[in-house]
């Protein structure tokens, strides 16, 4: 079990797959083991979606700050059980009680903070809060299978 508290750009690519456009995870700090972290996403202008969602009122898109919750909490696991560059892989399972109560867009730093709701196993499911400011964006709790390393 890893004691890092944080994770870089650099760690966190290699720990999950993700890369641009799709990487949406910053820098995870406050870790502690697999059981919790804090996700940072720093939403700019330049971010391909803006430009279909939506002309002239940038907003991001709900899904995409679900996946950035999902993708927080696959560093926390792959922090607290050493996984980098181990071929760590992580896919959704279910998506549970979402929901949406605040605009997030350009200039906005979204705050993702995940609890480790079961783990362990193949399978692990999460609770994810992400705020901007002191404000909820997003809540919602889902389940991912982890294809960990033998």
């Known amino acids: 079990m890893s004691d890092l508290k944080t994770a870089d750009i650099e760690l966190i690519q290699r720990i999950i797959p993700h890369r641009y456009p799709f990487l949406l995870v910053d820098r995870v700090v406050d870790i502690e083991g697999t059981a919790r972290g804090v996700g940072i996403k720093n939403v700019t202008m330049n971010e391909p979606q803006f430009t279909g969602h939506f002309p002239g009122m940038p907003v991001m898109p709900g899904v995409l700050m679900v996946e950035a919750m999902a993708q927080t909490a696959a560093v926390v696991v792959g922090v607290g059980m050493d996984l ?29 903070a995940v609890e480790t709701v079961r783990g362990g196993g193949k399978v692990w499911k999460f609770r994810g809060v992400a705020s901007v400011g002191d404000e909820i964006a997003c809540e919602c709790e889902f389940t991912a299978m982890m294809d960990l390393p033998k």
């Open 84 to 112: 980098a560059d181990k071929n760590f892989g992580v896919y959704f399972m279910a998506i549970d009680n979402v929901k949406f109560r605040r605009k997030v867009g350009p200039g906005d730093t979204l705050r993702m």
